[in-house]
């Protein structure tokens, strides 16, 4: 195991290497989330079309076959004792002229959800951006700790050697040395468990990106030194990061264009009240057949009845709405209603967004001052080893109290790569909030 844990970074160095940038563009194209919210868009396209094609005329046709026993009507339209069959055929056809700008206000009202559903899409993608972000530090975080766990594991396999000289010379005793080997297998442990957590790391990476070949997966390791001096120079406050979301987050425009949605389905629900004018027009014709003719009589030919028989109309029909049992006037109060809904959605987004924007900063000024305490502290432990290390090489000093400086110097060198990748975070999210790409 430990073997393998040695050559984990090796290994992980002979295997394609992926940006952050790359791994936030992999993640756009097959995260089934994101898919869903494209799919939930190209319906409200369709929705779209199906309104606006609702202008255009419609268009019937019609074909009866019926046959008659009995006492029947003829052609002429006569009743008389006889078995026949009438054959018709009609195209019937009719436009909406005016229905109180009911269509025009439901076109511009479905766009409107449209632009709203382009935005739900959008905000779906900075949510699987930051995601996959906070994934890639962790991936870095979790090999900066393996790598740590390696340092202080040849520090421990260097203290067993210096105790094994100082037994060896008299100085210490042989108990000290059971001791030093004994804190070199916890630390074994601990590499152990550092490289499954730099495994895990990259597990839950992959699989936000829905990327299935996690064996020949890596991530490219940037300059965090220059990354940490640029974010710490970058910070903005919040009120200047707030002023930019309110004009860029999808969150707020999608609530916007919902509540002028709102008000466009309001105007269409008042459509009803008005009268509707409907143009029309058809054609139609039959063919009459007697089976009960007298002898020398016959029926009329299919020419000359299709000849005689053809009808044309058109004509004008206005809908004048009396009383629809208040469904009219209920769709308008619901159509208020939800426009006071949208108004409150908005409002909530807007201050939703300012909490987060107040957090975000608050956040990575804690972080940034954590990052500076810890480097300190981080600088302190690693003179206290050295002074210790040289007492115990003199024999000045015993094991148990080397190992805990030892122990310190991993704990101050752990607690600063932490510090530093949340840093990272949230000073990403911070000038994500202002605007700045996240790579």
């Known amino acids: 195991m430990l073997f393998f844990s040695g050559s984990l970074l090796t290994a992980q160095s002979q295997k394609k290497a992926w940006t952050l940038e790359e791994c936030i563009e992999y993640a756009m194209e097959n995260n089934i989330g994101v898919k869903r919210y494209e799919l939930a868009k190209e319906n409200q396209e369709i929705t779209v079309e199906t309104t606006r094609f609702s202008r255009l005329p419609d268009l019937s046709a019609n074909v009866g076959q019926t046959f008659y ?24 056809t009719s436009v909406n002229l005016f229905s109180g700008f009911q269509v025009t206000n439901q076109i511009k009202a479905d766009k409107l959800e449209l632009q709203a559903a382009v935005e ?16 890639y530090l962790q991936v870095l975080l979790s090999r900066e700790l393996y790598e740590i766990a390696l340092d202080q594991l040849e520090l421990n396999k260097k203290q067993v050697e210096q105790t094994r000289l100082l037994v060896e010379a008299g100085k210490s005793s042989e108990s000290d040395l059971y001791d030093a080997k004994s804190s070199l297998a916890q630390q074994e442990m601990q590499v152990t468990e550092s490289a499954n957590n730099f495994q895990l790391a990259l597990l839950d990476l992959t699989q936000t990106m829905n990327l299935p070949d996690v064996e020949n997966f890596d991530v490219a390791l940037p300059d965090v ?10 910070l903005v406050m919040p009120a200047q990061a707030y002023h930019v979301s309110l004009l860029q987050r999808p969150a707020i425009k999608a609530a916007e264009y919902r509540l002028e949605g709102s008000e466009m389905s309001l105007k269409a629900a008042k459509g009803a009240y008005y009268p509707s004018l409907r143009l029309g027009a058809g054609y139609s014709n039959s063919y009459y057949y007697n089976y009960s003719l ?33 469904a009219t006037r209920n769709r308008v109060r619901s159509a208020r209603l939800n426009i006071e809904n949208q108004e409150l959605l908005l409002s909530q987004a807007k201050q939703d967004l300012y909490k987060e924007v107040q ?36 024999g000045r000093s015993n094991i148990y109290t080397f190992d805990q400086v030892r122990l310190r110097l991993s704990a101050a060198r752990s607690e600063t790569a932490q510090a530093k990748y949340n840093f990272l975070f949230r000073s990403r999210i911070l000038a994500f909030y202002n605007g700045v790409s996240l790579f």
Request: charged share 20%; glycine share 6%; net charge negative.
């Open 69 to 92: 026993f009995g006492r029947t009507p003829d052609r002429d339209g006569v009743y008389q004792d006889q078995t026949g069959s009438n054959s018709s055929l009609g195209i019937n």
């Open 120 to 135: 739900d899409l959008n905000r779906a993608r900075e949510d699987l951006s930051l995601a996959v972000t906070g994934y």
């Open 225 to 234: 030194s220059d990354m940490i001096s640029r974010e710490a120079a970058g």
């Open 294 to 326: 007298a002898a020398g009589m016959s029926n009329a030919s299919l020419a000359d009845q299709l000849a005689q028989n053809s009808a044309q109309s058109i004509g004008l029909s206005l809908s004048v709405p009396l009383f629809n049992k208040m």
């Open 359 to 394: 957090q975000a900063y608050y956040n990575a000024v804690a972080a940034h001052e954590k990052y500076k305490s810890s480097e300190t502290a981080v600088e302190a432990a690693s003179l206290a080893y050295e002074f210790e290390e040289q007492k115990y090489e003199a």
